[in-house]
């Protein structure tokens, strides 16, 4: 018993030993369960070695029990040799303890027999409970590991709901700000649309203007050539003056000559009479430029009284103001 005893005791080691250099390696579930099912064969192993510990502890506590009779004075000693075994039996060094407990009980020999029955219930319930702690303890790290597990899901969970909830804050001021962008960018469009209609009002109002100075300039160029055709009768009034003085010298010169010859021989009255005749046709021919020359001079001064309506309409036109018509004060 005590060379099995070691071979435990060193196989509990070994699996101590092997279980912290597994769980140096890796925490993940994965690596937990690969560890788990490489060891169950040992534990599987251990935990009969274990049961076939008690079973023969248990027989040998029976046989024991079945050499020496006792009276039930020493029953409550029993009962608590049964507590103590209940209590060492769920530490993993119970083997050794229950050994103990039968060597002592063996060496005072001072322990009452009890019934076969209650024994073996007795040892059946520590193995039930032995098994039991072993699934709870399965059970356990399942659980643990699950809720470690669940545990991470909870902080990804609300990580990535903190970052969703920034996310929505950070869209939401964008779209505030595309809003105020859009608001500013509809008051420009309606500027330039007003715009755009005062610079159509406008470029009717240039057109409109610069129909009438296109008029006005036709008119300065009739007006620029009545005024060339003044000058031009004017030059003609000159020619036709001189021709008048120059017909004047020679209408004296004839009248002295004529009258010396009235003086020098009274018998020519033919001559006389024709140099009258002469004289008259040439003062008829001498008025007749009078009389083309009058005439001349009113339609002269008609056109003259054109020229200066239309040297009127030029000076308007310069003191006119094109986007606010004409200028009251200008002459």
Request: proline residues 2%; aromatic residues 6%; neutral net charge.
């Amino acid at each position: 018993m005590k060379l099995s005893k070691q071979d435990m005791e060193e196989r509990m080691k070994m699996l101590a030993i092997s279980t912290n250099e597994d769980e140096e390696e890796g925490d993940t579930f994965a690596e937990r369960a690969e560890t788990y099912y490489q060891k169950r064969p040992q534990l599987l192993s251990l935990l009969h070695d274990l049961y076939n510990g008690y079973v023969t502890l248990s027989d040998r506590y029976i046989q024991t029990l079945a050499k020496h009779k006792y009276h039930s004075r020493n029953s409550s000693q029993v009962s608590t040799m049964g507590e103590s075994l209940f209590d060492q039996e769920e530490v993993s060094s119970g083997v050794s303890q229950v050994d103990s407990d039968i060597e002592s009980s063996i060496s005072y020999q001072q322990m009452l027999p009890l019934p076969l029955i209650l024994s073996k219930r007795n040892v059946f319930d520590v193995d039930a409970i032995v098994a039991e702690l072993v699934m709870k303890n399965v059970e356990y790290d399942f659980l643990v590991h699950e809720v470690g597990v669940m545990e991470k899901k909870y902080c990804e969970s609300s990580r990535k709901s903190e970052l969703q909830k920034s996310l929505l804050e950070v869209l939401e001021s964008e779209r505030v700000v595309l809003l105020n962008e859009n608001a500013g960018l509809s008051y420009r469009v309606n500027s330039l649309v007003e715009e755009n209609k005062e610079l159509a009002s406008e470029s009717i109002f240039i057109k409109r203007k610069a129909g009438e100075l296109a008029k006005c300039v036709l008119k300065m160029r009739e007006d620029h050539r009545v005024y060339l055709l003044h000058r031009k009768i004017e030059d003609l009034q000159g020619q036709i003056h001189g021709l008048e003085k120059r017909n004047k010298e020679y209408y004296e010169r004839l009248l002295r000559r004529e009258s010396k010859e009235n003086g020098g021989c009274m018998g020519n009255k033919g001559k006389i009479n024709g140099s009258e005749g002469i004289a008259l046709e040439v003062h008829v021919q001498m008025e007749k430029p009078r009389m083309l020359k009058w005439k001349e001079r009113n339609s002269t001064m008609k056109s003259f009284e054109d020229g200066k309506k239309g040297l009127s309409l030029w000076k308007k036109l310069k003191n006119m103001d094109l986007f606010c018509g004409t200028n009251p004060t200008c002459a």
